[in-house]
């Protein structure tokens, strides 16, 4: 079992999932898909009935080291998804794969050394770390990341340089049926789409933008909190080489990074209270269970 009333250190993350795929083996399996740079294990879950055919979603989390409230939020969907029986059909009608920490170097660092470090931890000249949400091959380098090593927002040396990257990126191509991505940040309560690094409308924006509104519909019903949908270039800001866009870029349809809400009253919004760990689980919850219907429904 694991918490939701604390945030949990990496190990405690995978000694939950380990357990999982061992009370539940018909439907949880556990793989490591690569290391991170200073060689701890990149570890997703496939959760799912087994049907090939059916679509996948591949989420993950803690892309960004200090977004405490991503790891939390996504145990919790792996829970939901296992350990709930009413949530049955979601796992006999889609193909699950769940990367908990997709950074699990920075995050732990965010424990040990500096609770407000971002990027990975890749050894620099100057200054340490890459923003692996920048290092994707999508539109790399272009306006809406920096070349600066000492830059939050560092796109790396060359494209796909983060391990952590390039593992999920291996994955995502070897995925039959990849229909959909997720990405959990936070902060903003914002359901974001292609694209990042241009204002151009993705192809399907229609539909990205109708799906999102739904999702921010049945995340409002639960308790009042607002998320608003939209192409992350208008939206936000321009952001080059993210994961989004990349998936978007490779064909998966329902790509979206979703920003969690913000701790308040702490001085800083990446700091969120371990008591909002429910909450705002449960309120994302139907925003997912929409999500996945649409998809499913549309494949
Ligand atoms: O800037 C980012 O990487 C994300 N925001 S955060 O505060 N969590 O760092 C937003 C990325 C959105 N990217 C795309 N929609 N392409
Ligand atoms: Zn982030």
Redesign the pocket.
Known sequence: RITFTEFHRYNVILDYVDQLQQSYPDIVSVEEFGRSTEGRPLVLLRIGTGNANNPTIIMDGT??AR?WISPAVTSYVIQELVENPANRQLIEDINWIIVPVLNPDGYEYTFTDQRLW?KTRRIGIVCNGV?A??NFD?AWGAP?ASTSECS??FMGPYVFSEPEALALAVVAEQTANLEGYL?M????N?L??????TEEPVENAAELQQLGNAMSNAIYAVNGTRYTAG???EL??Y??G????WF?VIGVPLS??V?LPAGVGTGNGFIIQPERILPVSQEFWPGLVTYANHLVQRY
Not at 192 to 197: A, C, H, I, P, T
Not at 242 to 245: A, F, G
Request: hydrophobic residues 25%; aromatic residues 18%.
């Open positions: 892309i960004h977004e971002r923003d949400n920048r999508a809406g939050e927002t990405t940040h936070s902060y903003g914002w974001l789409f292609s694209w990042g690094f192409p992350t270039a936000l800001y952001a080059s993210t994961s989004q866009d978007t979206y990074t920003e």
